[in-house]
Nanobody
């Protein structure tokens, strides 16, 4: 069955960087568009980034564009999110998701604070 396991979260200072990883299993990873979402306390879950199966097409909302980079290693069945110039408002639980599937992993907490 599909399994997505996020890791790499933690406490980071404003202006800092963090890289998240998502290990995927249970499906042919390279065949699917993958994405990252996040959910801050008391807020709706929001889209953060998307990447095509081959990794050649990406998309970001304005809130993270230019600061976050989504990538993937299809040989390792792993999705990444490189985050830089982090702001306190980036604090949230981050989730990876197969674009077409209503399945969520456990997420990884990112806290941006001094």
């Amino acid at each position: 069955q599909v399994q997505l396991v996020e890791s790499g979260g933690g406490l980071v200072q404003p202006g800092g960087s963090q890289r998240l990883s998502c290990a995927a299993s249970g499906f042919t990873f390279s065949n699917y568009v993958m994405s990252w979402y996040r959910q801050a306390p008391g807020k709706e879950r929001e889209f953060v980034a998307l990447i095509s199966g081959a990794g050649d097409v990406t998309n970001y909302p304005g809130s993270v564009k230019g600061r976050f980079t989504i990538s993937r290693d299809n040989a390792k069945n792993t999705l990444y999110l490189q985050m830089s110039s982090l702001k306190p408002e980036d604090t949230a639980v981050y989730y990876c998701k197969r674009w077409d599937l209503a399945y969520w992993g456990q997420g990884t907490q990112v806290t941006v604070s001094s």
